[in-house]
């Protein structure tokens, strides 16, 4: 709860004000400053992980974290959806999973 309110107070009207600042496209936004800030935990977990207790834990926190991803947050949103539908554009669905690649 309290990482839902941080993001919710701080996070979003940050990001809002840079992305007008910057001109930056909302899927854009969404895509690079929204997907670094909800990796961040988990990308910290495993630095801790790796450098300071010298264990493998980073490598399940990175995995477990994809997995997590993929499954529940997509299975979630179909879900979330009317009539189990989602409408999107190809182009977007395209680049996304190209930049995923990388």
Known sequence: YGLAVVVEEFFVPALNVMCDRMGIPDD????????????????????ISLFITHSALGAGTIIGSEIFNHLII?????????????????????????????
């Open 74 to 102: 997509c299975a979630g949103s179909v879900l979330y959806s009317r009539d189990g539908v989602i409408i999107v554009e190809p182009r977007i669905v395209g680049r996304e999973t190209a930049f995923y690649f990388l």
């Open 28 to 47: 854009v936004a969404g895509a690079t400053f929204m997907a670094a800030g909800a990796s961040s935990p988990e990308m910290f977990a495993a630095f």
